[in-house]
């Protein structure tokens, strides 16, 4: 185990070289991909929603859904129930590269795994969520 770390993060700066390419022609980057992808897929969701689902801390997508409205890739609108938050939806520009984004993402993920049986690729997807789990329990200063 004492390579750990160093495994997860070349996979890490990796991934984020691959995506940074291949999204650049989409003009988002590799840190914006996952909240135009959950958007698309659970449209007006709110703020909290969003952060809750990509396990990202508050501040964090208040400042990328901030980029991505100001680049055309969503709205906002004042949620109906508590005025305080925001519905976040789609716009046609994100409908649009969605399914390239999709794509994309799964190029790299079987980039990853294509040395890996079919057993190997779930028992792996598990072990990972597992592991991720564990990083979110250990590490909740930032959730």
């Known amino acids: 185990m004492k390579d ?14 691959f995506y940074t390419e291949n999204l650049e022609k989409l003009e988002i980057t590799s840190g914006q991909f996952m909240y135009i992808v959950c958007i698309c897929e659970n449209a007006g969701q709110t703020q909290d929603e969003l952060s809750q ?7 964090t997508v208040a400042k990328v859904l901030s980029q991505l409205e100001t680049k055309g890739f969503i709205t906002k609108t004042i949620n109906s129930n508590d005025r305080r938050a925001f519905n976040i939806f789609p716009t046609d520009k994100a409908m649009d590269i969605y399914p390239q984004i999709l794509e994309i993402k799964d190029e790299w993920h079987h980039r990853l795994t294509e040395n890996l049986s079919d057993i190997e690729c779930d028992v792996f997807q598990k072990l990972m969520e597992k592991v991720m789990e564990n990083s979110i329990k250990n590490c909740k200063k930032y959730v």
């Not at 750990?4 to 070289?17: I, P």
């Not at 689902?53 to 501040?59: F, G, T």
């Open 4 to 17: 750990l770390s160093k495994y997860v993060s070349v996979t890490h700066r990796r991934t984020q070289m």
């Open 53 to 59: 689902r990509l396990i990202i801390d508050k501040s």
